[in-house]
């Protein structure tokens, strides 16, 4: 127990506080592209554009970690659970395609639905005077 409080350990005891940390940080980044964009084209905002940016800028990595899981995962290890890694593979080689969608982490989870409407509140925040 007593290894828990090492140094080595504090990683993973402060995830959440790291984790925090990542969302307030891409937040602000997001907010400050945002309004440069807008300051840029005198209030103008391309919504459609926005969307199609930022999922051509996901699925292009999220491409890859399927692509991987998929096919080479299988061949990186062996052990008693690796079994349930052989059958995600195998769901993924089958599926692959409902995962470019996005459409599980838009209707049931809210992290990914607020990214949907940050843009629309800053854009209504930036006339409101």
Not at 49 to 54: A, E
Not at 79 to 87: A, K
Request: aromatic share 20%; net charge positive.
């Amino acid at each position: 127990m007593q290894d828990a409080y090492g140094w080595g350990m504090q990683t993973i005891v402060n995830a959440s506080v790291s984790v925090d940390t990542f969302f307030l940080l891409s937040g602000l980044l997001a907010s400050y592209l945002l309004l440069r964009e807008l300051d840029r084209n005198k209030g103008k905002f391309n919504v459609g554009l926005y969307y199609l940016h930022r999922y051509l800028r996901l699925t292009v990595v999220y491409a890859f970690i399927l692509g991987f899981i998929a096919t080479l995962i299988v061949y990186v290890g062996i052990g008693p659970n690796w079994y349930s890694v052989n059958l995600y593979s195998n769901a993924c080689r089958i599926a692959w395609w409902r995962q470019f969608l996005y459409s599980k982490y838009k209707i049931k989870n809210f992290k990914m639905r607020k990214h949907f409407l940050i843009p629309i509140l800053i854009h209504a925040m930036k006339f409101w005077q």
